[in-house]
C-alpha cells in the first residue's frame, strides 16, 4: 500500500501547484479574472479574450519594433540583399559587418552593374554607365555596345557578392558570382541568339573600383572562373 500512499499525497498538491502556475500566467499577461459569484475566494480563473488580446498586443508592439530597427538601420545608411535588388538584378546575398568604406564600394559596384545590366537588357542608355566608371573602362564597354546592334535581352541575373576587399582608400575589389543561367538574348526580329558559354552560365568575376572625382569607379574587371561559384 506505500506506493499508494505516495501517489495519494502527490495527488493532494497538485491544485497547490496548479494554481501558483496560473498565478504566474495570469501576471504578465492579465489574462485572469477572479471576480466572479461563483468564485468567493477570488481565485484567478484563465480568460482566453483576455490572453488573445495580450498576444496581440505583444505581437504589434514586436513588429512595430522590428520596423523601428529597419528604419534606424536605413537611415544609418545599412544595406541589405534586398534593399541593393531590383526585379531583374537580384542581389542574392551580401558580405556581414562590412565597414564604412566596404559599404559605400558595394553601393556603388551595385549601382554600376545594375546600370550596365539594365544596357544589354535594353540595348538603350550607354551614357549611363560614363559617370560610374573611369574612361579607359568606359571606352572599352562602349565598344562593345556599338557591336551589339538592335535587340534585347530578358530574364534576371542573380548575383552573390561573395567579398569586399578594401585594398586603399582610393581602390577596392569585388568579387561576385554573377548567375547568368535566366537569360535569353533576341535579335531586332526577335530571334533567339543566346550563346550558352558567353550568357548562360554562372561566371566568378572580380570587379576593381577606383575612387575617381569623389566616386567610386569600375575600372576593371576579369572572370577568374565558370560553373563553379554558387548564387
Known amino acids: 500500500m506505500q506506493p499508494s500512499t505516495r501517489i495519494s499525497r502527490h495527488g ?3 491544485p497547490v501547484a496548479a ?9 504578465p499577461l492579465v489574462a485572469c479574472s477572479s471576480e466572479s ?13 483576455a490572453a488573445a488580446s495580450a498576444e496581440a498586443s505583444e505581437s504589434a508592439a514586436a513588429a512595430e ?11 544609418a545608411g545599412v544595406v541589405t540583399a534586398e534593399s541593393l535588388s531590383t526585379e531583374r538584378h537580384v542581389i542574392t546575398s551580401i558580405p556581414e559587418d562590412l565597414d564604412e568604406q566596404q559599404t559605400e564600394v558595394i553601393k556603388a559596384f551595385v549601382n554600376y552593374d545594375e546600370v550596365t545590366w539594365n544596357i544589354w537588357f535594353t540595348r538603350s542608355g550607354v551614357e549611363n554607365a560614363e559617370p560610374l566608371m573611369t574612361a579607359e573602362s568606359y571606352q572599352i564597354l562602349k ?13 534576371t541575373v542573380r548575383i552573390s557578392v561573395m567579398e569586399v576587399f578594401a585594398m586603399s582608400p582610393t581602390q577596392a575589389q569585388v568579387l561576385t ?27 566568378e568575376i572580380l570587379v576593381t573600383m577606383e575612387y ?8 576593371d574587371e576579369s572572370t577568374l572562373s565558370e560553373g563553379k561559384c554558387v548564387v
Do not use: F, M
Open 143 to 155: 565598344e562593345s555596345y556599338d557591336s551589339l546592334g538592335d535587340g534585347r535581352t530578358e530574364g
Open 19 to 27: 494554481l501558483l502556475a496560473l498565478l504566474l500566467a495570469c501576471a
Open 177 to 203: 558570382c554573377s548567375d547568368q543561367s535566366d537569360l535569353v538574348a533576341y535579335d531586332a526580329d526577335g530571334n533567339d541568339i543566346s550563346n550558352p558559354e558567353t550568357l548562360q552560365g554562372r561566371y
Open 65 to 75: 519594433a522590428s520596423a523601428s530597427a529597419a528604419a534606424s538601420a536605413e537611415a
Open 12 to 14: 493532494r498538491h497538485r
Open 212 to 219: 575617381e572625382d569623389g566616386v567610386w569607379k569600375d575600372s
Open 37 to 49: 459569484d461563483d468564485n468567493p475566494l477570488n481565485i484567478p480563473t484563465y480568460d482566453p479574450e
